[in-house]
């Protein structure tokens, strides 16, 4: 898993540069074009307009730079932190065409991270206290994932499998087209490709689970279960294979599951349904400066 800002900014390049031609195209931004001088230079500032956890600031200088190695970006706040509405987050210098040209890519790389990381954070807050920890799925946007985990991570949450390649997740099909849970764990250990990665089975009945218990697989995910078979379940494993429950996890909800005791939970609406966190750039004007040195 990726764990640096760095590390996030250094994969995110190629997103980075489509979403900037895909707005740019083989024009360029034509309104700033046709109403700036090339050489009239700009400072902006970028603001939060509600209240929030950032992630993805420093996508933002990267994006700036991208068009300009010149651009020079100060951040004011840093991913994971809790800002407040009206605060300001980052200033930017350089040439105006610049700015405008990159500002909305640069505000729907930043809004769309930091409403994913301040999503998980209630996600968060709704379990304190019960043990449970909050994980995210593989229901990513294409070609987003490495980033929506990231800022899920800088929400307070954790991270399930990257994809299909860094763990096993034994599901409801593998397990009908193999015949059954224990025929699909026996061809799994028996599969060098999977040597070494942890093994996850789904189950949806107790009597799936009791199976599965038998098996000792690193986790097992109790998908759509009813609030008094996640206890049982709980119960039932009496802490020999972790648990995590699946399915239908709202903000309302989530509190009442992980009071059964399970181990972990897992939400995909942390990234296929969190609102962005409005921010806005404007540009200085009257004399205003960004810094003295």
Avoid at 86 to 91: D, T, V
Avoid at 249 to 272: K, N
Wanted: hydrophobic content about 45%; aromatic content about 2%.
């Amino acid at each position: 898993m990726l764990d640096a800002c760095t590390t996030i900014v250094d994969c995110s390049g190629d997103l980075i540069r489509l979403a900037l031609a895909e707005d740019l195209g083989e024009r360029g931004d034509v309104t700033s074009l046709a109403t700036l001088t090339s050489g009239k230079r700009a400072m902006a500032r970028i603001h939060a307009r509600t209240e929030g956890v950032l992630a993805g600031l420093p996508l933002v200088a990267r994006v700036f730079r991208e068009l300009d190695a010149e651009v020079r970006v100060r951040l004011t706040r840093s991913d994971g932190e809790q800002v407040a509405a009206g605060e300001m987050l980052c200033e930017i210098e350089g040439r105006a065409v610049t700015l405008l040209g990159a500002e909305r890519t640069a505000l729907n790389f930043l809004q769309h991270l930091s409403g994913i990381a301040t999503l998980t954070r209630r996600y968060v807050d709704a379990v304190a206290g019960t043990g449970a920890t909050i994980l995210d799925t593989r229901k990513t946007t294409p070609g987003w994932r490495r980033l929506e985990k990231y800022a899920v991570r800088m929400g307070g949450g954790s991270n399930h499998r990257l994809g299909l390649h860094d763990a096993l997740l034994i599901k409801e099909n593998h397990i009908a087209a193999a015949g059954g849970i224990t025929a699909a764990l026996l061809r799994v250990r028996a599969c060098s490709a999977a040597e070494g990665l942890p093994v996850i089975i789904e189950v949806e009945r107790l009597p799936q689970l009791d199976e599965a218990l038998g098996l000792a697989p690193q986790r097992i995910l109790l998908d759509n279960m009813s609030l008094g078979d996640l206890r049982e379940a709980v119960v039932r494993s009496d802490g020999r294979v972790p648990l995590e429950a699946s399915g239908n996890m709202t903000l309302e909800r989530v509190p009442a599951v992980a009071a059964t005791g399970v181990d972990f939970i897992s939400v995909g609406a942390l990234t296929h349904s969190a609102p962005v966190l409005d921010c806005s750039m404007r540009i200085l004007t009257n004399g205003e400066t960004l810094w003295t040195n």
